[in-house]
């Protein structure tokens, strides 16, 4: 699978942002979808993911209740709505995929084979 980040950019604490993960090369069936983000300095952690094919969702705890993962299967691709954004979701965010079902939030990113080239966000007035 192909993945294909957009939406990044600079926003204001308690702004918001949609970012998107358009697919491609193989059917959506059966994958789980996920978002990633990586700040300087730090590893790279699970935000949010998503079953495919029965649209179960996890997300981390320090973004619950902030964001929403959504898919669009005619369009084939995967969004991040972003709300409330604080400073420290200041980072580099993946979209991920990999055959087969999310466990939960925290399932690792060595578990994902593919990998989009990510999309910066940047919380900073």
């Known amino acids: 699978l192909q993945l294909v980040e957009s939406g990044g950019g600079l926003v204001q604490p308690g702004g918001s942002l949609r970012l998107s993960c358009a697919t491609s090369?193989?059917?959506?069936?059966?994958?789980?979808i996920a978002w990633f983000r990586q700040a300087p300095g730090k590893e790279r952690e699970a935000v949010s993911s998503?079953?495919?094919?029965?649209?179960?969702?996890f997300y981390a705890d320090a973004v619950k209740g902030r964001f929403t993962i959504s898919i669009d299967r005619a369009k084939r691709t995967v969004y991040l709505q972003m709300n409330g954004l604080k400073s420290e979701d200041t980072a580099i965010y993946y979209c991920?995929?990999?055959?087969?079902?999310?466990?939960?939030?925290?399932?690792?990113?060595?578990?994902?084979?593919?990998w989009g080239q990510g999309t910066r966000i940047t919380v900073s007035s």
């Open positions: 991920a995929a990999r055959v087969g079902e999310p466990r939960s939030a925290d399932d690792p990113a060595e578990w994902y084979d593919d």
């Open positions: 998503i079953d495919t094919n029965d649209g179960k969702r």
């Open positions: 090369g193989a059917e959506l069936d059966y994958y789980a």
